[in-house]
């Protein structure tokens, strides 16, 4: 199926739209503020040795000095070799090539590896090591001595550095694989050449931004288009393509449209929509999406009253166009882990069937890893897709406030309840002349409409007058009660 692929760069974060017969199906975005660390690589300096915690203090042009541990120092991975203690072989003002595999959090600074590993588009590349390794994700075992001995043939005789293979590499041609294993070697070869001339602290190598990423990583013969609407970038991917896929190059496009590119087919729609709990069928019916830390439930749901004649068919029109939309919208919002689906409820066992048919063609356009069970006893389809990235919802939103992300606040009653309640023990327990309530304005009304006189029966048991003040800025949940 082609496909097209939307690129939108602004300063402060770069989005990916997928786009297959005209609608978007995947997304990703990166944040300028959100990139780690991990996978830099830099010339580091040997602060601190500390022979008491087998690590030392590195550092590489950081606020912080990062943490390097002697299991971490690839010479310790030699086998046939006793293991040293780090100060045999590390000392202070020493310089070293060191690679970031931990991002600092808080005050801890990076966690760093001296083993350089750099990743292609099929093969990860590890300079230093000598052997191939596998993907445990490639099960076939004939499969994986293919592999093997297939890029055992490619890769040239000087070279004599390891590689691991990535998924991906199983539809790969020799042609693709020669192209990233030069890919890979030359990015190490300018990376030795920049550390000769580089001192301590210096930046050598980062990984690739989300832009360049979707060129090594996602593009493939069914992309027909690349488009991007940065001339900065576009330039930067034309280079990257130039070296590393030419067949790429009169594919990829400058937009420098007058709409903004992400409208032409809609895309801010539909990321606002990937976004809520409710996504609305064409035949009327809907799905409730619910993510929680642990799953994600899908429940099916008919639009309205259904009855008469057709009824069993409405039911299977609905579940297989959920079907499809469930595939789509997992994609979109990226959603991984167990996924519990509850369709609407089918006496045909041949309608099932055609449901789970149906659902199963929909996820096989999904590059991610799925399994799908059939219907449990209880009428549920379970399945699972590979967490890959955060989802959609975790980068772009947070916790509602107002609810906690419980998805429902407490009603005004409930909380002139509660503020009734804190009062008593509150006038128990301080010899106040006067309390004032300081609520949201739902609230307030609440108290100066229905629960007027419980208010004056209130004030009558303490003996005390209480006043009401409305706080615009408060959420329905918040209120104080303040001593006059
Ligand atoms: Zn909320």
């Known amino acids: 199926m082609s496909e097209e692929i939307l690129v939108n760069v602004t300063p402060q974060e770069t989005r990916v739209a997928i786009i297959q017969t005209g609608v978007v199906q995947e997304l990703h975005i990166e944040r300028s503020s959100a990139r780690g660390l991990v996978g830099n690589i830099y ?3 040997v602060a601190r040795v500390l022979p008491g915690m087998q690590s030392a203090f590195i550092d590489i042009g950081l606020e912080r000095a990062a943490f390097l541990h002697v299991a971490d120092i690839w010479e310790q991975r030699k086998p046939n070799e006793a293991e040293k203690p780090i100060e045999k072989l590390l000392f202070e003002g020493q310089t070293i090539l060191v690679q970031v595999i931990k991002d600092p959090i808080g005050t801890k ?7 350089i590993s750099l990743a292609g588009r099929f093969l990860v590349y590890l300079p230093q090591e000598t052997h191939i390794g596998i993907s445990q994700r490639i099960e076939d075992e004939a499969e994986r001595e ?3 001995e297939k890029l055992q043939s490619l890769i040239p005789a000087e070279e004599h550095g390891g590689f691991i293979i990535r998924t991906m590499a199983e539809s790969a041609t020799d042609r693709e694989l020669e192209a990233d294993i030069a890919y890979l070697r030359k990015i190490w070869q ?8 580089s ?26 288009r690349l488009r991007v609407d940065s001339r900065e970038t576009f330039q930067k991917m034309q280079g990257f393509a130039e070296n590393y896929m030419v067949d790429m190059l009169p594919r990829l496009e400058h937009y420098s449209g007058e709409r903004p590119l992400f409208d032409l087919y809609a895309i801010e729609q539909e990321i606002e929509k990937a976004l809520s709990r409710k996504v609305e069928l064409k035949s009327g019916g809907y799905l409730i999406i619910d993510q929680t830390e642990a799953l994600t439930t899908i429940d099916v749901n008919t639009g309205g009253f259904v009855g008469g004649r057709n009824f069993d068919d409405t039911i299977f029109k609905t579940n297989l166009e959920a079907a499809q939309t469930i595939a789509r919208q997992l994609r979109l919002r990226n959603l991984g882990g167990i996924i519990i689906l509850d369709f609407i409820d089918m006496d045909n066992p041949e309608h099932r069937d055609a449901v789970l048919a149906e659902l199963k063609k929909a996820l096989a356009r999904d590059r991610t890893r799925m399994t799908v069970n059939g ?5 549920l389809v379970e399945m699972t897709r590979k967490r890959t990235r955060e989802s959609l919802a975790h980068i772009l939103c947070e916790p509602c406030p107002t609810c906690q992300g419980r998805g429902e606040v407490k009603t ?10 804190e009062i008593v023990r509150e006038a128990r327990q301080f010899n106040a002349r006067e309390f004032r309530i300081l609520a949201s304005q739902t609230v307030v009304d609440q108290f100066l409409d229905e629960e007027s006189q419980s208010l ?10 209480i006043s009401l003040q409305v706080e615009s800025a408060y959420p329905q949940e918040q209120y104080d009660i303040v001593l006059m």
């Open 109 to 115: 600074g990076a966690r760093l590896s001296t083993q």
């Open 43 to 45: 010339i580091g300096k």
């Open 146 to 148: 293919h592999l093997r």
């Open 199 to 224: 001192g301590a602290g210096t930046l050598l190598y980062q990984d690739l931004t989300l832009a360049m990423r979707v060129l090594r990583d996602i593009v493939n013969e069914d992309t027909s």
């Open 375 to 379: 219907f449990t006893a209880l009428g």
């Open 412 to 421: 005004a009653q409930t909380i002139c309840y509660e503020v009734l309640r």
């Open 190 to 197: 300018d990376l030795q050449k920049a550390s000769r001339v």
């Open 456 to 465: 004056a029966l209130l004030e009558d048991f303490i003996g005390k007058p």
